[in-house]
């Protein structure tokens, strides 16, 4: 059986999905690693926002190898 080639569109949900992937990736790992934010934040907030979103990247990887 030959497997049916994706569309444009699934293409670019795919890409799309990748991207922001690791854009919830590079901020959690922004959050949580890099001391001097432009923004006032207390520590534990920071950390604990930086986890929450590399939690939702690790869903989103999830969901996204899921779906293939």
């Known amino acids: 059986m030959i497997p049916r ?3 444009h ?3 670019l949900f795919v890409g799309m ?3 922001f992937l690791l ?3 590079g901020l959690g790992l922004a959050f949580v ?3 001097d934010m432009p923004f006032d934040m207390s520590p534990t907030l ?3 926002f930086g986890i929450v979103l590399i939690a939702y ?3 989103r990887l999830y969901r996204l190898l899921k779906q293939r």
């Open 17 to 19: 999905g990748i991207a």
């Open 23 to 25: 854009v919830y990736l």
């Open 5 to 7: 080639r994706k569309s």
């Open 9 to 11: 569109k699934q293409r």
């Open 46 to 48: 920071r950390v604990g």
């Open 33 to 35: 690693f890099v001391k």
């Open 57 to 59: 990247a690790v869903f």
